[in-house]
Nanobody, 127 residues
Framework: QVQLVESAGGLVQPGGSLRLSCEGPGRASRSGTMGWFRQAPGKEREFVATIRRGDFKTLYADSVKGRFTLSRDNVKNAVYLQMNGLKPEDTATYYC????????????????????WGQGTQVTVSS
């Protein structure tokens, strides 16, 4: 089982910024697609953003487009989610996800496409 290690989340005021990181030492992070999903209490886990290893192609959920930026460091086997302009509705537990596959576009936003998950980190946006 590939272990994905996420950075700590935190409490941020509306309009603030936060950066999450995820490192994957296993095969999934070296050859595939890595991204983030989130889950708010009482809701389904939803897609946030993802990036492919080979061509760095990214995909974002409409709700975060223009505010969140996902980047990747293939040497460190890590991805970084820079979250700006945070809103209360961004409050959720954020999960890093990875797969050994270089996903095609139609698969990138589906949680079923990912084999490995982090333990989750809490992000709370509140004044």
């Amino acid at each position: 089982q590939v272990q994905l290690v996420e950075s700590a989340g935190g409490l941020v005021q509306p309009g603030g910024s936060l950066r999450l990181s995820c490192e994957g030492p296993g095969r999934a992070s070296r050859s595939g697609t890595m991204g983030w999903f989130r889950q708010a209490p009482g809701k389904e886990r939803e897609f946030v953003a993802t990036i492919r290893r080979g061509d760095f192609k990214t995909l974002y959920a409409d709700s975060v487009k223009g505010r969140f930026t996902l980047s990747r460091d293939n040497v460190k086997n890590a991805v970084y989610l820079q979250m700006n302009g945070l809103k209360p509705e961004d409050t959720a537990t954020y999960y890093c996800a990875a797969t050994g596959s270089n996903l095609i576009f139609s698969q990138m936003g589906r949680k079923e496409s990912y084999d490995h998950w982090g333990q989750g980190t809490q992000v709370t946006v509140s004044s």
